[in-house]
C-alpha cells in the first residue's frame, strides 16, 4: 500500500489532505504528529553551533596564552631577575581584570572546593562564577528553543505535541554531549586544557537537563493522552497504553532510570557509599540509555542515531582505558607488582610496572586493588614520585657462552616505579591501611594496578616565581613540580628562579610520608638558590617541635595564612609568578582568595588540582 507524503513541518499529511484545525486530539498521541521537525533541527544545529562557538574561543584563549608562555620562557632562560621584571607587569588591564571578576572568582565570596554542610551529609561544591554562567546560558538556551513553538495554531493539543517532540529531541542530543563530559580520556581535555574536573561539572549539570527535558516530554505527552479521552469520553487509556505499547514502555523505563539518577547521583548520596553509587549509577544509565535507544528505533524517530553514537562513544572510551590498563599493567609473564607500607593515618603504595611509562609534572593516577573491593571501582591519587631506570644487568662476569652473552646484554626497557600516598580515609584507603599494619613488618604485596596518567597540563617553565601550596596529602601533587623544577633550573631549561614550596599538616606525623623524596630534593644541585620550604603543624604535639632548620627550610606552629605569604612573596617576586595548590576546599579557596587581590597589580597565574566527587 502506498504511503501518505509527510509533511517536515509537523510531521502531517499535506494540508490538501488534512487541516490540523480539524485533527482529534488522539491523532497527535503517537507518531510524530504536530512534531515540528524542521524547527527541531535548527534547535540542535544551533545548539552544536554554539557549543563549538565555546571551544573555539576557548581554543583560541589558549593558544594566545601559549604564546606569551612560550615567549617568556624563551626570553627569560638567561634572563636574571631584574631582567625578568618586564614579564611580571601586566601588560593591559582587560586580562587581569577578567581573571579577578570572571575567570578565578567563586561563585559568592570565596566557597568554591570547600563542601557544603548539612548536618553530616555533604552537600557538594560550588561551581565557578565562570562556569555558572556557561552553564545557566546553556540551560537558558534549551528552555528558550523548548519553548519556540507555533503559538498561533487553530489547535490548542498542537502546541503540546511540538512541546512534546522539542523537549525529547533536545534530550536525545544532551546525551552526547554528557556522555563525552563523563569520560576520563575526553579528547577536549587536553585539546581546550580543561581538566576533568571541570568537565564532570558540566556532565552533571547537563544530566539534569537532560532529566527534566525527559519529564518534560513525557508530561506532554500524557497531556495530550489525557485530552484525547477526554474528548472521547472514555475513561483513562493511559495505563492500558503503556502496558500494552512496547515502545512507551521502553521510553518510560528510561525515564524512571533518569529519576533515579537524578536523586542517587545527588551529592549527600554519593560521599556516603561512592563505590555503592558509582555502580548503580552506571547500571542506570545503562537502562536509560538502552530504553531510550528502543524507544527511537521503534518508534523510528529521527534522532535515534544520537543515541547510537553516544553509547558507541561510551563503549570506545571504556574500551581504551581497560585496552591501556593492560597493556601497562600486564604480562605473559609478570604483571605490575604493588608494595604497601604503612604509615602514620597514610599508605606509601609503590607500583612497580609492567611497561615504562612517561610523565608529566603534575600527574594523577587511578588506583585499582580488585581483592580490597567488590568491584572493578578505582580512586583518583597524585603521583607523588616516579624513576625510570633501566633495567639492570645481570652478572658483572664476562661471558663464556653464546647464552650467557644474550643475558649480559643490556635491555633497551626501562622500568618505571610510581609511587603513592594515599591518606587514611574510609572504605578502601581503611582496607589498605589496616591490612598493612596487620603485617609483621607494616608492609605487604597486593594485586593491584593503575590507570593513567592523567593530568599534568600545564607547564610552569615560563615562570620565574612559583608558589607551591599544599594541605595534608596535597603534597603529592606539589613533590613533582619541585623536582621538575630543580632540575629545569640546574639544566637551564626554565625561567624559574624562586621556588617556594607551603605545606600545611595537622601533626608532625606527616612529615614520613615524604621523607625519602624531600630529603632527595634537599640534596639536589643548586637547590639552596632557588627553593624556600614553609612547613606548618596546626596542632603540633609539643611547642619545642616546631624547629626551623635553616632559612630555607622553616617550621612554624598554627595555621597557614596563605593571604601574607601570597603578599610577601608577590613584593619579592622575581618575573612573572605561578600559583599551585593542591589540598582541601577550605584551603584552596584561602588560595585562590589571595591571588585574586594581586592580579590586577601583577602577572599571577592560578592553579588548582582538585577532585570532586
Known amino acids: 500500500m502506498a504511503s501518505t507524503p509527510v509533511s517536515k513541518a509537523h510531521g502531517l499529511p499535506p494540508a490538501s489532505n488534512y487541516s490540523i484545525c480539524s485533527m482529534e486530539a488522539g491523532n497527535f498521541t503517537h507518531g510524530l504528529m504536530g512534531v515540528n521537525l524542521q524547527m527541531d533541527s535548527a534547535t540542535s544545529t544551533t545548539l552544536w553551533i554554539t557549543i563549538l562557538a565555546v571551544c573555539l574561543i576557548v581554543v583560541s584563549a589558549r593558544l594566545i596564552q601559549g604564546v606569551v608562555s612560550l615567549l617568556r620562557h624563551i626570553f627569560n632562560l638567561d634572563a636574571d631577575h631584574v631582567q625578568q621584571a618586564y614579564w ?58 523548548c519553548c519556540f513553538l507555533n503559538y498561533n495554531t487553530c489547535n490548542k493539543v498542537a502546541i503540546l505535541a511540538e512541546l512534546r517532540g522539542r523537549t525529547g529531541h533536545l534530550a536525545f542530543v544532551n546525551m552526547m554531549p554528557l556522555m563525552v563530559f563523563a569520560g576520563r580520556n575526553n579528547v577536549l581535555i587536553p585539546l581546550l586544557r580543561v581538566s576533568f574536573d571541570t568537565f564532570n561539572i558540566f556532565h552533571r549539570w547537563i544530566s539534569r537537563l537532560v532529566v527534566i527535558e525527559a519529564i518534560a516530554h513525557t508530561i506532554a505527552w500524557m497531556a495530550v493522552k489525557n485530552i484525547a479521552d477526554l474528548h472521547a469520553k472514555q475513561q483513562s487509556t493511559m495505563v492500558r497504553a503503556f502496558k500494552d505499547n512496547s ?42 540509555f538502552l530504553g531510550a535507544a528502543i524507544h527511537g528505533h521503534q518508534g523510528r524517530l529521527p534522532l535515534t542515531n544520537y543515541v547510537y553514537v553516544t553509547v558507541g562513544l561510551w563503549f570506545l572510551e571504556r574500551g581504551m582505558r581497560w585496552s591501556m590498563i593492560a ?65 639492570t644487568i ?32 574510609s572504605g578502601m584507603t581503611a582496607k589498605l591501611h589496616a591490612r598493612a599494619l596487620a603485617a609483621p613488618s607494616n608492609m605487604i604485596s597486593i594485586p593491584g594496578y593503575i590507570e593513567g596518567p592523567y593530568g599534568g597540563l600545564e607547564s610552569l617553565h615560563s615562570y620565574g616565581t612559583v608558589l607551591l601550596f599544599a594541605g595534608g596529602v596535597g603534597i603529592t ?14 639544566a637551564c631549561t626554565s625561567a624559574v628562579r624562586k621556588i617556594v614550596l607551603i605545606w600545611s599538616v595537622r601533626t608532625q606525623d606527616a612529615f614520613d610520608w615524604v621523607h625519602p623524596w624531600m630529603s632527595e630534593i634537599l640534596q639536589m644541585p643548586n637547590r639552596r638558590e632557588v627553593l624556600k620550604v614553609l612547613l606548618f603543624v596546626t596542632k603540633p604535639r609539643h611547642a619545642g617541635d616546631v624547629v626551623s632548620r635553616s632559612a630555607q627550610v622553616q617550621m612554624f606552629g598554627g595555621r597557614c595564612k596563605p593571604g601574607r605569604i601570597v ?27 589571595a591571588v585574586r587581590e594581586r592580579v590586577e597589580e601583577g602577572v599571577v597565574d592560578f592553579q588548582e588540582e582538585s577532585f570532586s566527587w
Open 327 to 391: 597493556y601497562r599493567n600486564f604480562g605473559f609473564r609478570s604483571s605490575t607488582r604493588v608494595t604497601v607500607e604503612a604509615l602514620p593515618e597514610a599508605c606509601r603504595v609503590t607500583y612497580q610496572l609492567k611497561r615504562p611509562w612517561q610523565m608529566r609534572p603534575g600527574c594523577h593516577v587511578y588506583a585499582h586493588f580488585p581483592t580490597l573491593t567488590w568491584s572493578l571501582s578505582s580512586h583518583p591519587f597524585s603521583i607523588a614520585w616516579y624513576d625510570n631506570r633501566p633495567d
Open 394 to 425: 645481570e652478572s658483572e662476569k664476562l661471558p663464556t657462552t653464546t647464552a650467557d652473552l644474550a643475558n649480559t646484554l643490556p635491555s633497551r626497557n626501562n622500568t618505571t616505579t610510581i609511587t603513592l600516598i594515599m591518606s587514611k580515609k
Open 88 to 145: 611580571a607587569r601586566n601588560g593591559n588591564t582587560s586580562w587581569p581584570w577578567l581573571k579577578k571578576r570572571l575567570i578565578y572568582a567563586p561563585l559568592i565570596k570565596k566557597r568554591h572546593n570547600r563542601n557544603s554542610q548539612w548536618g553530616r551529609l555533604n552537600m557538594g561544591t560550588l561551581p565557578s562564577r565562570l562556569h555558572t554562567i556557561l552553564l545557566i546560558l546553556y540551560i537558558l538556551s534549551n528552555i528558550v528553543y
Open 567 to 593: 603578599e610577601e612573596e608577590f613584593e619579592k617576586r622575581k618575573g612573572a609568578m605561578a600559583v599551585t595548590v593542591c589540598g582541601p576546599g577550605a584551603f584552596a579557596d584561602e588560595v585562590r582568595g
Open 247 to 288: 515502545f512507551l514502555s521502553w521510553g518510560l523505563a528510561s525515564l524512571f532510570a533518569m529519576i533515579i539518577i537524578l536523586f542517587q547521583a545527588s551529592s549527600a548520596i554519593r560521599h556516603l557509599a561512592y563505590e555503592t553509587f558509582l555502580h548503580l549509577h552506571q547500571i542506570l544509565a545503562f537502562i536509560a
Open 477 to 490: 601533587h606539589q613533590l613533582s613540580h619541585v623536582r621538575d623544577l630543580l632540575a629545569s633550573y640546574t
